[in-house]
């Protein structure tokens, strides 16, 4: 795993067994732990932050371990997030509820550091392996388009380009931390009506003709059945020249 401090929700009702499994991650060196006292506060954590892995008690009033890894999996963003369930004792019956409800990994309590390190390593590498196969789809999809195309996160950086973009942006393919507001936008800051602003609103595609230099382009944004690592949805923003303008 990368030297990267990793951000892990930790669910429990207990406070006492909460602050002891919290004090044994961040005993590892490279996690840091928000804590939660039941799922209802877990989901509410969550709405404004991106989380590396959960790890939930089974047994919590309201809303127990199972029924709020169903309400975590039903998010778009949260479908590969790795899961992990610590239970007292070890019930089949419910090992296969929960495993049918997202769970990746049971972890018995109290927790052994050596174990629950073992098991974040393998499910957040595991997490990786999906997104190689995903990004040369993507980048074959970008390839045979013949006008400047991208692929961005919502917060402007891009993840892949084509030829074409490449040419017109002058940015070196094996760049990074490239951002289309730097690449695309001589004034460096963003168009009004930005497509992707309004793509990343609404979750739908979003279309707006933009002004660069002496020509007119026709810029739609896609939203992507594909996700960054932390989960975030990416979208394809495509270039299409309309027409030239008339120099003044």
Request: hydrophobic share 40%; aromatic share 6%; glycine share 6%.
């Amino acid at each position: 795993m990368s030297d990267r401090v990793r951000t892990v929700l930790l669910v429990d009702d207990s406070d006492v067994l909460r602050r002891l499994a919290a004090v044994t991650l961040t005993s590892l060196g490279s996690y840091e732990v928000d804590q939660a006292s039941d799922a209802v506060e877990a989901l509410a954590l969550m709405l404004d932050k991106d989380y590396d892995a959960v790890i939930t008690d089974y047994y919590m009033p309201g809303l127990d371990g199972i029924e709020f890894v169903r309400r975590i999996r039903r998010k778009p963003e949260c479908e590969r997030l790795p899961v992990v369930m610590v239970t007292t004792e070890r019930d089949s019956f419910v090992e296969q509820e929960a495993r049918a409800a997202g769970v990746d990994e049971f972890v018995m309590k109290p927790f052994d550091p050596l174990t629950i390190r073992e098991v974040l390593e393998r499910l957040m590498q595991a997490t990786k392996a999906p997104a190689i196969s995903l990004r040369i789809d993507a980048q074959s999809l970008l390839d045979a388009i013949p006008y400047p195309a991208m692929v961005l996160d919502r917060y402007h950086n891009v993840i892949l380009g084509n030829a074409s973009f490449w040419r017109r942006t002058g940015a070196g393919i094996s760049d990074s931390g490239v951002r289309c507001v730097e690449a695309m936008h001589g004034s460096g800051s963003l168009p009004l009506n930005c497509p992707l602003v309004e793509a990343v609103r609404t979750g739908a595609v979003a279309e707006e003709d933009v002004i660069e230099g002496d020509a007119r382009l026709r810029v739609t944004v896609y939203p992507m059945d594909l996700y960054d690592d932390q989960g975030n949805c990416l979208y394809l923003h495509i270039a299409r020249p309309v027409d030239e303008l008339v120099p003044d």
